[in-house]
């Protein structure tokens, strides 16, 4: 399922979403960055490089659907962005059985 990556109110890309751990609420997609990201991506790499990814103790990141729900989860928000590679991964975990049945239907 399609998403826009906020920072706070900044939206700073588009994911779509698969489901990567049924049982646990995790959902993982490629991050389509925008220009925005780029303000934000020194600071996330860093994250990366100490602790292995950038979290929601980090920045206030936030998810929205494409049908304009707004994520909860109560495992957070992760991006994992490493200078070495193109790939910018972001994952949810934590969410409830139906945010991920919907987000399973739409595949």
Request: proline letters at 3%; hydrophobic letters at 30%; a negative charge.
């Given at each position: 399922?399609?998403?826009?990556?906020?920072?706070?109110?900044?939206?700073?890309?588009?994911?779509?979403?698969?489901?990567?751990?049924?049982?646990?609420?995790?959902?993982?997609?490629?991050?389509?960055?925008?220009?925005?990201?780029?303000?934000?991506?020194?600071?996330?790499?860093?994250?990366?490089?100490?602790?292995?990814?950038?979290?929601?103790?980090?920045?206030?990141?936030?998810?929205?659907?494409?049908?304009?729900?707004?994520?909860?989860?109560h495992?957070?928000i992760?991006?994992?962005?490493?200078?070495?590679?193109?790939?910018?991964?972001?994952?949810?975990?934590?969410?409830?059985?139906?945010?991920?049945?919907?987000?399973?239907?739409?595949?």
């Amino acid at each position: 399922m399609k998403a826009t990556l906020y920072i706070d109110n900044c939206n700073i890309g588009d994911v779509i979403f698969s489901i990567i751990d049924e049982s646990m609420g995790g959902i993982g997609g490629n991050l389509i960055t925008n220009d925005n990201y780029k303000k934000y991506q020194p600071t996330i790499q860093q994250h990366f490089e100490k602790q292995g990814i950038s979290n929601i103790e980090n920045f206030n990141f936030r998810i929205v659907l494409s049908d304009n729900s707004e994520l909860k989860p109560h495992g957070g928000i992760g991006i994992t962005d490493s200078p070495y590679f193109d790939e910018i991964y972001v994952e949810s975990a934590g969410l409830d059985t139906e945010t991920i049945t919907k987000i399973k239907n739409s595949q």
